[in-house]
């Protein structure tokens, strides 16, 4: 079954314009966000009223969204959890001012429940409201028993993008994955367990957040919800783990392949598996989209995801690059829906080649350095030890931290943070020189070779305007 598509179909039969997915750099790049992290960000002018309200004011989108950074950051989730990944497809409807919470929950039960559409068992479903919206909890019993109805605080029910933008109460559409996956109590609704998986987020868009974080009432209380396609493909493969659905097994076969083991869920290594797969969908969209590895900003993003993976693919013995060999089978998984993973296939393999080999070649002292440090340590991870393995070996800060967390191990911060500034202070020009900033050379080459690799998106902003 066509998940996506179905989801499309469903809202567009309802009078909503079908949106293409949004490039993942923001087209109105105010500085506000790294990347797209959720469905309504390409609109998020016709919500707080920049933008004209278009004809019709509803759309439907299935949007490519990045997570690792900023203030939804699932980077660390990966690996962990059966249901993060830090670039996922959002299936979302929008209204703009046209229906509200009555009619935006009679869509979702309907798409969620209907033999025609998701068909999931009712008696598996939770919804959860904010605490205070007694609209809500009351609109909902049309479709589901009080009982089944959770109130919760701003902590799970009330969704913003980032720290200022269009924000509102929401409610959420659960889904209990079996008792044999209770962990605890911190696996209720919207905790940190798998067991009740949030499928789908209906935002009622009502509040503006400003820079000093006051909440002014949006010109008209708006529709944003957010379902994350991943979750429910795994749900109807009847796969628990997102990794284990047909959208990610192909690389963590492929993987197996270039490894010489096969990927074995109970294995100590799988998570390895699992978070190169997450980290090559993620990586090959930047690259794709026009995004290069760099010392600073979005690039420096690409860098620490793609560090992170190399750094995994290490932890299961491979000592070259290896992921630029996982591009063809995302093109193979993902090329119908998304072409230019196809069209760049080769730009993205080669610059991913590149960065690879970078990290290859200091990647074996660092992780000598790291091991011998760690056993001299009892309590804190030594900041200076940490600043070397930055500036010396290529290890970004959050990938030593991320290492240290798998041995329980805090860092000293504060000493790495002095290093840093005392480096800075002796040279202005301090990133020159060290492994981050050697880069630029090849990587122009590559630039020269393959173009700007500029992504030019799709005539998204013409939505917006032509009506
Ligand atoms: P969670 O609590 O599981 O982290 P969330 O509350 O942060 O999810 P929302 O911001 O409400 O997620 O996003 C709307 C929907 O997008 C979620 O209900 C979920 O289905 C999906 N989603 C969110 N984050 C991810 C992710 N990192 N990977 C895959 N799907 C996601
Ligand atoms: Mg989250
Ligand atoms: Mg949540
Ligand atoms: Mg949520």
């Not at 469905?39 to 759309?59: L, Q, W, Y």
Request: hydrophobic residues 35%.
């Amino acid at each position: 079954m066509d998940i996506r598509q179905k989801y499309l179909d469903y809202f567009e039969s309802k009078g909503h314009r079908v949106v293409p997915s949004a490039p993942l750099i923001p087209i109105d790049d105010d500085g506000s966000l790294l990347f797209v992290n959720a469905g309504m960000v390409p609109f998020k002018g016709i919500f707080t009223g920049e933008e004209p309200i278009p004809n019709p004011p509803r759309a439907t989108s299935a949007q490519t969204c990045i997570r690792a950074g900023g203030k939804h950051n699932d980077l660390d989730n990966v690996g962990y959890t059966a249901r993060h990944h830090t670039m996922f497809e959002m299936l979302g409807n929008f209204s703009f001012g046209d229906y509200f919470k009555k009619e935006a929950m009679a869509y979702a039960w309907e798409f969620v429940t209907s033999p025609e559409y998701l068909a999931l068992p009712i008696d598996r479903l939770w919804v959860t409201v904010h605490e205070n919206d007694d609209e809500a909890f009351e609109l909902w019993q049309d479709h589901v028993p009080a009982d089944r109805i959770m109130r919760f605080g701003d902590k799970d029910n009330f969704w913003q993008m980032g720290d200022t933008g269009a924000c509102g109460p929401c409610s959420e559409i659960f889904y209990d994955q079996g008792e044999q996956h209770f962990n605890g109590p911190e696996d209720y609704m919207g905790g940190e367990g798998d067991r009740f998986l949030e499928i789908w987020n209906l935002v009622f868009m009502q509040y503006e957040r400003d820079i000093q974080g006051n909440l002014k009432p949006l010109p008209k209380p708006s529709i944003d919800t957010g379902m994350g396609f991943e979750r429910v493909a795994a749900i109807k493969e009847g796969v628990f783990n997102n990794y284990h659905s047909s959208i990610f097994m192909p690389y963590l076969e492929k993987l197996g392949e270039l490894v010489g083991t096969t990927y074995d869920y109970d294995a100590p290594n799988s998570a390895s598996y699992r978070v190169i797969a997450d980290h090559l969908r993620s990586t090959s969209f930047l690259l794709a989209q026009g995004v290069n590895f760099d010392k600073e900003g979005r690039g420096y993003v690409l860098r620490r995801i793609m560090r992170r993976a190399i750094r995994h693919g290490y932890l299961l013995g491979l000592r070259e690059p290896f992921m630029y060999k996982l591009v063809d089978t995302i093109g193979k998984v993902m090329g119908a829906q998304y072409p230019y993973l196809i069209e760049k296939a080769e730009a993205i393999k080669a610059s991913m080649k590149l960065e690879e080999e970078r990290f290859f070649d200091t990647i074996d002292a660092g992780i000598k350095l790291f091991d011998e440090e760690l056993e001299n340590t009892t309590d804190m991870f030594n900041g200076e030890v940490a600043f070397k393995l930055y500036d010396t070996y290529g290890f970004p800060l959050d990938l030593t931290e991320d290492m240290l967390r798998e041995k329980g191990i805090a860092l000293d911060s504060e000493g790495f943070d002095r290093k840093m500034e005392a480096q800075k202070a002796q040279s202005k020009a301090s990133w020159k020189g060290t492994g981050e900033a050697a880069a630029t050379g090849d990587f122009k080459e590559l630039k020269e070779k393959f173009g700007q690799n500029k992504f030019v998106g799709y005539e998204h902003k013409t939505y917006h305007t032509k009506v």
